[in-house]
Antibody, heavy 120, light 107 residues
Framework: EVQLVESGGGLVKPGASLKLSCVAS????????MSWVRQTPGKTMEWIGD????????NYAPSLKNRFTISRDNAKSTLYLQMSNVRSEDTATYYC?????????????WGQGVMVTVSS | DIQMTQSPASLSASLGETVSIECLAS??????LAWYQQKSGKSPQLLIY???RLQDGVPSRFSGSGSGTRYSLKISGMQPEDEADYFC?????????FGAGTKLELK
């Protein structure tokens, strides 16, 4: 059974840094592109970025590129999202997703989500 | 960025009714479109990818169609368990972008 389990969220102050993790199981992690998606309290969905199966290539939403970094450790089947200089507008639920196929891209598995609240 | 305009924002349907939700892309996306269902308090689930391909395990009453800039999700016979939020997402060009969502309720 495919499972994606995020962790690392919580309450953080503006300007702080935070690193989210996503541990994958039930599939060969190193075979898949992975992505991060966030959902605001108002339910708006925003694609953050994705990373190639070997970690050699990343893409980001331009508005987040300077503050967010996606990485992975295939030996640990773990995906990461490093967030820096967080702002109140980063308050959201963050999802780790598996991209099913590089030719017909869609997120076929999602984690349970982890909440990040940015507030002083 | 490609803008995805999803409509309607909310919808109420009776049991057994056929429902359609649309997404209009700001430019052609060559069928690189997915539909997701999100039930209350849960993570999104993939329904349709590549505009019209049904994800494994998804009931056949769900279907997707469209081309160019216009795409739609159809539910042929509303069921109680279909009450949820629905989102479209384009994967034609980075950054991948979502529609604003449609809230579907059972009348």
């Amino acid at each position: 059974e495919v499972q994606l389990v995020e962790s690392g969220g919580g309450l953080v102050k503006p300007g702080a840094s935070l690193k989210l993790s996503c541990v994958a199981s039930g599939f060969t992690f190193s075979d898949y592109w992975m992505s991060w998606v966030r959902q605001t309290p108002g339910k708006t969905m925003e694609w953050i970025g994705d990373i190639k199966y070997d970690g050699s290539y990343t893409n980001y939403a331009p508005s987040l590129k300077n503050r967010f970094t996606i990485s992975r450790d295939n030996a640990k089947s773990t995906l990461y999202l490093q967030m820096s200089n967080v702002r109140s507008e980063d308050t959201a639920t963050y999802y780790c997703t598996r991209e099913r196929d590089p030719l017909m891209v869609a997120s076929d598995y999602w984690g349970q989500g982890v909440m990040v609240t940015v507030s002083s | 960025d490609i803008q995805m305009t999803q409509s309607p924002a909310s919808l109420s349907a009776s049991l057994g009714e056929t429902v359609s939700i649309e997404c209009l892309a700001s430019e052609g996306i060559s069928n690189d479109l997915a539909w997701y269902q999100q039930k209350s308090g849960k993570s999104p689930q993939l329904l349709i990818y590549a505009a019209s391909r049904l994800q494994d395990g998804v009931p056949s009453r769900f279907s997707g169609s469209g081309s160019g800039t216009r795409y739609s999700l159809k539910i042929s016979g509303m069921q109680p368990e279909d009450e949820a939020d629905y989102f479209c997402q384009q994967s034609y060009k980075y950054p991948y972008t979502f529609g604003a969502g449609t809230k579907l309720e059972l009348k």
